[in-house]
């Protein structure tokens, strides 16, 4: 233990410096390391912003220093912020993850709000390759009696959905199932919509992706096969048999797979097929309308 821990006069300051010290020298971005460096001090203290502008002097205990290095190595090893505080603010909701889950990102938000504005109240909707459960709990929140089921090849998977289910006051109006894809769905079930973020980066790109993913990130939740179109390739088929006539199809893609993607759902039946760009101006959904011919 530190001296200045043992002596109980470090202070709120000094532990936040420590962790913005030593995150500068693994993460690339300045900004990044002390972000994160007070997001994890915040966490262990049980603090806010405002503690460090107007209380950077209070003295924190051995204790409160202690867990707070033991989270920073686990930091500094690149294992991602959001598995460290074990949640994530998604949709402006808080979600629970772990390493058995992706970490929600900003450019699912566009798929969900893009999925909202066409969702109707009541809607029944189908979510495959679930993961936390962001998505459709993120749309059963912001609709009105609106239903759904989530599933998942992840058992570990389905219990985090679940567990975010409960928090949000959802479980009533949401059911989850393990199985793989359409698997999980019976026959007859029919829904409004359907959406997916499947897993879509190629084999052999993932050693090149960053340490938090690459090493921590379910890799069944990231791998999509050799040309990154496996789930696609099942998803856009396998849709029309749960779709309702003018239910829609919503799938989150890769920024190069747009045209792959949209050739797929042309080809299989799919009208008013678009592609939809992020806010970094990527192509990032491709959705699509069942026809009657699809029956």
């Not at 220093?65 to 294992?79: P, T």
């Not at 603010?89 to 066409?118: A, H, R, W």
């Not at 058992?155 to 989850?176: D, F, P, T, Y």
Request: with cysteine; aromatic share 6%; net charge negative.
């Amino acid at each position: 233990m530190h001296k200045e821990t043992e002596k109980g006069n470090l202070t709120y300051r000094d532990l936040y410096r420590e962790g913005t010290s030593a995150l500068a020298l693994v993460l690339d971005e300045g900004r990044e390391a002390q972000l994160d460096a007070r997001l994890i001090l915040e966490h262990v203290c049980g603090t806010s912003l405002q503690t460090l502008i107007l209380e950077g002097e209070r003295l924190v205990s051995g204790s409160e220093a202690d867990l707070y290095r033991e989270l920073l190595k686990r930091r500094c090893s690149r294992e991602p912020l959001a598995y460290i505080l074990g949640k994530w603010d998604f949709m402006g909701l808080e979600f629970g993850v772990c390493s058995d889950v992706l970490i929600p990102e900003q450019d699912t938000e566009n798929l969900v709000e893009e999925v909202m504005k066409e969702i109707c109240d009541g809607d029944k909707i189908l979510d495959l390759c679930t993961g936390s459960g962001c998505i459709l709990l993120s749309l059963l929140h912001y609709s009105n009696g609106s239903t759904g089921i989530g599933t998942d090849l992840s058992e570990r998977a389905i219990a985090v959905a679940q567990e975010n289910a409960v928090k949000l006051g959802l479980s009533e109006r949401s059911e989850w199932r393990t199985g793989d894809l359409f698997e999980a769905v019976r026959p007859e079930e029919r829904f409004d919509i359907i959406v997916s973020n499947p897993p879509y980066i190629k084999r052999r790109t993932i050693p090149e992706l960053a340490p938090e993913v690459r090493i921590h990130e379910p890799r069944m939740a990231l791998d999509g096969g050799d040309d990154g179109m496996d789930f696609y390739k099942r998803i856009i088929p396998g849709a029309p048999d749960h779709l309702l006539t003018g239910g829609m199809l919503f799938l989150e893609i890769g920024y190069d797979q747009a045209e792959q993607v949209s050739a797929l759902m042309k080809d299989a039946g799919y009208y008013e097929v678009r592609t939809i760009k992020d806010y970094g101006g990527n192509d990032r959904i491709v959705c699509g309308i069942k026809s009657i011919h699809q029956e």
